[in-house]
């Protein structure tokens, strides 16, 4: 199984570091330390949500209500704590805690009343938009100077967000391979049914993987506001398609069972970094969009091939 889980994540390692590596002779200046100090935050950002939806897609669903968290926790992060009625701390864990039950209302409905991943998500995505809109009045506000503060700094060059979402990531990937809850959560990922003969609780499992990717998202959406100081009401569409690319990219399986958090950071990083020196080669947005969709069409299909059966030689008969 270890060596099947490296056949699948590698590739994703590889195209990442070719990426950076040609970077310079296709969009020069974009390794620059400025160009990587404006990409690095955004790609952390991508990561800690692709992570929420790694979490989901690794027991066979799919969130689609990511932009709708993510709108909703920045909004308390700065409307609702630019309006002075309750301390920023406390907004900001009102706004994760909104991506929490947003994911326990879409777990319950898809593992309790069998509704469809994609319908639940979809439908709570609207939902929260409209809450957006009613605590907005349509209108953004503006992040706390100490929290925007926070999000541009750096340490020794590194930008903090960057740091921030290693320390995520890498915290959520030791947890998922390496404790009893992850192993657990894994194994309900990979068969239910067989899951549920060695007696674990798949459906409050299956639950907490919506639960904990509404907290990812939320605090994905809390950073982002703070970064852009005074963010778009709709800041969480792009991530919408992009979380699921990193996660098909990073070598998860759709059906389940086999998913790798770190895996899907670096494609995160891999997509950041491609947009970034997609538009410094002068390409629009609409370029940009269309290089991701065929990067990750290739990729998919490359990484489909049994490399090691066309690669292994035959044995030589004596």
């Not at 939320?218 to 100081?229: C, D, K």
Request: glycine share 10%; aromatic share 6%.
């Amino acid at each position: 199984m270890s060596r099947l889980r490296g056949d699948r994540f590698l590739p994703v390692v590889v195209i990442t570091v070719a990426l950076f590596v040609l970077s310079p002779l296709l969009a020069p200046g974009s390794l620059s330390s400025s160009a990587l100090s404006a990409m690095l935050p955004f790609a952390a950002i991508m990561a800690i949500a692709a992570l929420g939806q790694t979490l989901v897609i690794a027991h066979g669903g799919i969130d689609l209500s990511v932009p709708g968290v993510m709108a909703l926790a920045a909004v308390f992060a700065t409307k609702i704590a630019q309006n002075g009625s309750l301390p920023l701390v406390a907004c900001v864990v009102l706004g994760i805690v909104c991506g929490a039950v947003s994911g326990l209302i879409v777990g319950i409905a898809v593992v309790r009343f069998s509704v469809a991943a994609f319908v639940a998500t979809l439908a709570v995505n609207s939902l929260l938009l409209g809450f957006v809109l009613i605590l907005s009045d349509g209108f953004p506000g503006s992040a706390d100077p100490a929290l925007s503060a926070f999000a541009v700094s750096s340490v020794f060059g590194v930008p903090s967000l960057f740091l921030v979402a290693v320390v995520v990531v890498a915290l959520g990937h030791v947890l998922l391979r390496h404790s009893v809850p992850g192993r657990r959560f894994i194994a309900v990922g990979a068969g239910v049914p067989a899951a549920r003969i060695l007696g674990l609780r798949t459906a409050v499992t299956e639950i907490c993987a919506y639960v904990l990717a509404g907290v990812a998202y939320a605090v994905a959406g809390t950073l982002l506001a703070a970064y852009l100081r005074t963010p778009d009401l709709r800041l969480g569409d792009s991530y919408q398609l992009t979380t699921i690319a990193a996660v098909v990219l990073g070598g998860s399986l759709l059906r389940g069972g086999i998913s790798s958090i770190a895996a899907t950071a670096v494609a995160a990083l891999f997509l950041t970094q491609l947009g970034q020196v997609v538009l410094a080669a002068g390409a629009s947005t609409a370029v940009q969009l269309l290089v991701q969709a065929v990067v990750l069409a290739v990729a998919v299909v490359v990484r489909g091939i049994p490399w090691r059966t066309y690669l292994r030689r035959p044995a030589t008969r004596s």
